[in-house]
């Protein structure tokens, strides 16, 4: 009895550790596949990716705010998910690829001055009747997004004169207030030059044969004469 008591304390010391040591190596076990499933998709292998579907690896690309509504068309979704490193995102008026005037689910569409949209979207309908369409480069933009674009602007021209000649100030610029469209691709321009002053929309720098705002009065007397560039321009003259 008296040499009983120690020897069963030992064992049962030695069941507390072998326990011990089975629970930490179930921890890491159990460890390995939760740290595995929170590691972004990039990681899986070709071989693992069959098991995950495309809508799930969609999800785990998502990188916005846990409360934020996620959108429900998929090329936005392609798009925020993409837009996110330079600060600025398709909410601050960033244009994927692909975008027409039609396509309301982008804040640089929709945002746009309506009776701009309007008649873009008129127009739009007739060009392509003529086979040519209107895709948008640029629409509305935040003062943010117009913040950066005059920045890189400045970096890539070498001073804020000759980024001026390119690229307004948020102040200044007819897109934050949404009253002016960068249309492409070249049959595009070349149509609303033939023919945008039928709806009113003019070209309004020489420098730019994509920048579109609306001129209601062309409808009768033709569209104004065109500023150099945004230099000439007495609106930005503030
Ligand atoms: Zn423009």
Redesign the pocket.
């Known amino acids: 009895m008296i040499y009983r008591e120690p020897a069963r304390t030992a064992a049962r010391r030695t069941r507390s550790i072998i326990l011990a040591a089975l629970v930490v190596v179930s921890a890491a076990l159990i460890g390995i596949p939760v740290y595995r499933s929170l590691a972004p998709s990039s990681s899986s292998s070709p071989s693992s990716s069959s098991a995950v579907s495309p809508s799930d690896s969609r999800h785990d690309d998502h990188h916005g705010p846990p409360g934020e509504a996620r959108p429900q068309a998929p090329r936005i979704d392609r798009a925020l998910d993409r837009q996110t490193r330079s600060g600025v995102s398709v909410a601050d008026g960033v244009v994927p690829d692909g975008v027409t005037v039609f396509d309301d689910e982008f804040p640089a569409v929709a945002k746009l001055d309506a009776d701009l949209l309007g008649a873009l979207r008129q127009a739009a309908r007739d060009a392509d009747d003529d086979g040519v369409e209107f895709f948008v480069n640029?629409g509305w933009r935040s003062p943010k997004y117009q913040e950066q674009l005059l920045r890189e602007a400045i970096s890539k021209y070498g001073s804020e004169k000759e980024a001026a000649r390119w690229v307004s100030t948020p102040d200044t610029s007819a897109?934050v207030t949404g009253e002016?469209i960068?249309i492409g691709p070249s049959d595009a321009t070349a149509w609303l030059s033939k023919h945008g002053a039928d709806y009113g929309l003019c070209q309004i720098y020489r420098n730019?044969p994509w920048?579109y705002e609306l001129r209601p009065e062309a409808i009768n007397e033709g569209c104004p004469a065109m500023y150099a560039d945004p230099t000439q321009d007495p609106r930005m003259q503030q």
Request: hydrophobic fraction near 15%; aromatic fraction near 0%; charge should be negative.
């Open positions: 640029s897109h002016a960068d730019e920048h």
